[in-house]
């Protein structure tokens, strides 16, 4: 089986046409379709259905095209880690990131890990915490940068903690429930969950932990601006890092609810997975992490807590 061929059939899918996946990998398409169809008969199977509209896998295609994947994006990911321990700082960086983490810690290590490394190639993708993970196991992305939850799974993720923040209550300002003092006040108003599902998030989880029934849902988002949007034009109340909420722009249009119950102790971090091995890249792009995070942790606010 022949990289090329696993390149075409790539290509061919990812673009959903052969037109374009010929262009891409600079073939002409009688070339490219001669490739896939030879790997079709070395494999005694039909690998793309063809139509009108271009190109799908079948089952079997999709099997191979999966691995496939995997295996380019690893010889890559050789290669540039070849070049990288040579002293070579060059190709790409694929990270993950919540959007907690993209407002906090993001843009700043960008800015000093591009101007120390301009021939790392950054591709930043923000997603849920789950789905980041999801994508972490598949080596979809180098390296995960997230809130940190309790039982997570030590054989299988190292971690290494960043940032220590609160999640604090925020509502939007003149909103008449800015005025509480306890939680169980703010129980029956409209919470915006941020997750998957009503089932998670880390109000229930706040509520939770000071041993009260979850409070009501007003809506669930999959967004910390989403959350922001909710928050600052309705009625809603809401959870936000205490950088974030004491942030300027944040602090123009929101209030930090004064709750007697303290806020949930969130801790965030870098992880990579334990089997894998971890480049000089990865481990420069770590460093202007922990730079980034001692440019915006709070004196007097809880240091980071965990494995590492």
């Not at 169809?37 to 793309?48: D, N």
């Not at 490394?117 to 923000?126: A, C, G, M, N, Q």
């Not at 971690?159 to 005025?179: D, H, W, Y």
Request: proline share 6%; hydrophobic share 45%; glycine share 10%.
């Amino acid at each position: 089986m022949k990289l090329i061929a696993l390149k075409a059939l790539v290509a061919a899918v990812e673009e959903g046409s052969l037109r374009s996946a010929s262009r891409r990998m600079g073939l002409s398409q009688p070339a490219l379709t001669k490739t896939v169809r030879e790997l079709e008969v070395e494999l005694g199977t039909q690998l793309l259905m063809r139509s009108s509209k271009g190109v799908v896998p079948t089952a079997q295609g999709k099997v191979l095209f999966e691995q496939s994947v995997q295996t380019l994006r690893g010889l890559d990911s050789a290669v540039d880690q070849i070049h990288q321990l040579g002293g070579r700082m060059v190709g790409e960086l694929a990270v993950g990131a919540v959007p907690l983490a993209v407002m906090l810690l993001i843009p700043e290590t960008l800015r000093t890990f591009g101007a120390a490394f301009p021939d790392i190639r950054l591709r930043v993708s923000e997603e849920l915490y789950i789905a980041q993970l999801q994508r972490l196991r598949k080596g979809e992305v180098d390296v995960a940068v997230g809130g940190i939850p309790p039982g997570l799974a030590s054989g299988e993720f190292v971690v290494e903690p960043l940032l220590a923040t609160r999640m604090v209550v925020v509502v939007r300002k003149g909103n008449p429930i800015e005025q509480a003092r306890s939680l169980r006040e703010l129980a029956k108003a409209k919470w915006v969950y941020t997750g998957a599902s009503s089932d998670e998030g880390y109000a229930k989880t706040l509520y939770e932990s000071h041993n009260l029934p979850p409070p009501a849902v007003g809506a669930v988002v999959n967004s910390t601006l989403a959350l922001l949007s909710l928050v600052g034009s309705g009625d809603f109340v809401g959870l936000l890092p205490q950088q974030i909420a004491q942030h300027p722009l944040c602090a123009r249009y929101l209030s930090l609810v004064p709750v007697a119950e303290e806020g949930l102790p969130l801790t965030v971090g870098a992880i990579v997975r334990s089997d894998s091995t971890v480049t000089p890249a990865v481990r420069h792009f770590i460093a202007h992490l922990h730079r980034a995070a001692h440019h915006i942790q709070p004196s007097g606010d809880v240091r980071p807590t965990g494995p590492g």
